[in-house]
């Protein structure tokens, strides 16, 4: 009982309610790895902790509910792949973020997500009940260029996914360059790295006509 309160104790001085906890990176002075998760395991089936998945557990905030308030996948997600510690080293992609810019209405049936953490071009793995799928980046990813990326990203794809087309689809994509400080001086030194399909996509969706251009910069 005693070592199960010094885990708790130190979760506890460490962790906020509702903050991911993975055992992969919890390291307790003076405790062996297996002393750990035999108490995590106990601490658990006592209540004071919550399982989110394997390996992955949490204090639970009190809420009106019995059970609790549950984890946020989103803040598993960006704990997991999208941060190094405080630094930027992924982003989401796809149809999601096609689907938060409104480019779509399709729901995304996996989160698609670019990181440096991804050892291989693309891993699909399971996170609770959700499929996510694990691309390796173009260019390694940091707080300065993810943006960019990002948008690079879906203009490999805008228009195989994308629901609105034509004068919409331009107008949308500039107010989104516009609104990230996203300039085409930003994206040329990564441009190489991408399929050369991009810059016809580019075209496609107005990107490289003149007057969609100098209505950017002029803005």
Do not use: H
């Not at 699909?124 to 690079?152: G, H, M, S």
């Not at 930003?186 to 996509?201: D, G, Q």
């Amino acid at each position: 009982m005693a070592l199960m309160n010094d885990v708790y104790s130190y979760i506890e001085s460490n962790y906020q309610p509702n903050e991911p906890i993975f055992l992969s990176e919890l390291s307790i002075p003076g405790m062996k790895a297996v002393s750990v998760r035999q108490q995590m395991k106990k601490l658990t089936e006592s209540g004071q902790l919550k399982r989110f998945d394997t390996g992955i557990y949490y204090i639970p905030k009190k809420s009106m509910f019995r059970s609790g308030s549950t984890l946020s996948v989103d803040e598993v997600i960006r704990r997991k792949y999208l941060a190094d510690g405080e630094n930027c080293c992924g982003y989401v992609g796809g149809i999601l973020f096609a689907n938060q810019l409104g480019l779509t209405t399709q729901v995304p049936g996996a989160y698609e997500i670019y990181t440096n953490k991804a050892t291989t071009d693309y891993r699909e793995t399971q996170l609770a009940n959700l499929r996510v799928i694990l691309r390796k980046p173009y260019c390694t990813i940091d707080e300065k260029n993810a943006e960019t990326l990002q948008f690079l990203d879906l203009l490999k794809e805008i228009v195989d996914i994308s629901e609105v087309d034509g004068e919409e689809l331009t107008n949308r994509l500039i107010s989104y360059m516009k609104k990230k400080s996203i300039g085409f001086e930003s994206m040329r030194p990564f441009l190489p790295y991408y399929p050369e399909r991009i810059y016809k996509n580019m075209y496609e969706v107005g990107l490289l006509n003149g007057v969609s251009i100098c209505t950017f910069e002029a803005g």
